[in-house]
């Protein structure tokens, strides 16, 4: 059935996403990731928040209120509209931008805030939760925790009001809007900022670009010398890798055992690929 808002017209969607600059994006998944890592993982979280968005049939369209240039690439080549963040005055700030830039080409738009990690979004599952939200002049949905917010959204003639961060599902049911309570829709649920939150994700099934970026992060050990602290990593693909002492040392550890898992970065190409950095999985 297709939505429709209170005066019966068909309801789509605008999405408002926001992007910190990578290098300053989910920082407390550094431990696990490395920051490296960390930022490559925050671009994929979006790429992956976005190809779902724009694949569900309630979605108009993406504005993502972004200053970092590479993300900024990577998702206008996924279909995104790409708004510069020129208030540059924190996350809520951002969305009000962009709803109100959606608003200035389309004054009857229907908009959404929704976080940029969502890695294992599922189009049919932002479906439900869209439907839902059409009901209301603003609706919200929290995150697993009970804690946060991941989508907010403002019917044609409501004001968005964004009040993200930290408890943001107790400021957002105090500012009137109603809170959609739906079972099976996890997967719009489940942001990401920690390793927990990651593995998390990854049990529901994330998205193609998480998914690649995991993969090549990820190894078995193969093969380990105690002398040299040196040896060699087994890719999934079963292609081996050699490590030094260097990328051993990078990593902390203290001992590898044969059949561990193992998280690695990468350089080179070809026959000159090698590992420079190796630890013990923690997600």
Known sequence: MRPVGRN????????????????????????????????????SFAQDTVDAALASRWVRGVTVVTDDPLAGRELSALGARILPDSPGRGLNAA????????RGERPGAA??????????????????????ASGFPRAFLADTAGVGTTLLSAAPGADLAPAFGGASRARHRASGAREIELAGVDSVRRDVDTAVDLRAAVALGVGAHTRARLADMQGTAYTYDPETRAGSVLLDDGTPLPFDTAAFDAGGLRMLRPGQRVRIEVEGEGEQRRVVFVTLQTF
């Open 8 to 43: 019966g017209a068909p309801v789509t969607w605008t999405l408002v996403v926001p992007l910190k600059p990578l290098s300053r994006a989910k920082t407390r998944l550094s431990d696990a990731a490395g920051d490296g890592l960390r930022a490559s993982l925050a671009l």
């Open 111 to 132: 908009v959404a805030a929704m976080n940029a990690d969502l890695p294992a979004l599922r189009p049919a599952e932002l479906d439900l939760v869209l439907e839902a």
């Open 95 to 102: 969305l009000a931008h962009g709803a109100l830039a959606v």
